[in-house]
Nanobody, 121 residues
């Protein structure tokens, strides 16, 4: 079992950038990893995912031009670079890890506590 801790959230103006990090308590090379987000009153939604060895990535279509996911297995970290942020990106962002790769939350048994991202207009 792995524990995940997100960091890097905060308040940013529209058009700005943030870099979210996810630090794991143990090795992550066996896991597919992903970012999800959840806005108040909405369901948790897929943001991006990344496989381990191949580095294969997947993005929610509307985010792929602004967000970049990466991972460093040696450092046990995953990063989400977010650019040209919009107010609608405001949400709690969660990192997740699992043995299966996909876009639905139930594929990932391990979750962080979330980090808040607020984008002001």
């Amino acid at each position: 079992q792995v524990q995940l801790v997100e960091s890097g959230g905060g308040l940013v103006q529209a058009g700005g950038s943030l870099r979210l990090s996810c630090a794991a308590s143990g090795p992550i090379d066996v896991y597919a990893m992903a970012w999800f987000r959840q806005a108040p009153g909405k369901e948790r939604e897929f943001v991006a995912s990344i496989l381990s060895n191949e580095g294969l990535t997947d993005y929610e279509d509307s985010l792929k031009d602004r967000f970049t996911i990466s991972r460093d297995n040696a450092k046990r970290t995953m990063v989400l670079e977010m650019n040209r942020l919009k107010p609608e990106d405001t949400a709690t962002y969660y990192c997740a890890a699992g043995f299966r790769y996909g876009t639905t939350p139930n594929l990932y048994p391990y979750w962080g506590q979330g980090t808040q991202v607020t984008v002001s207009s």
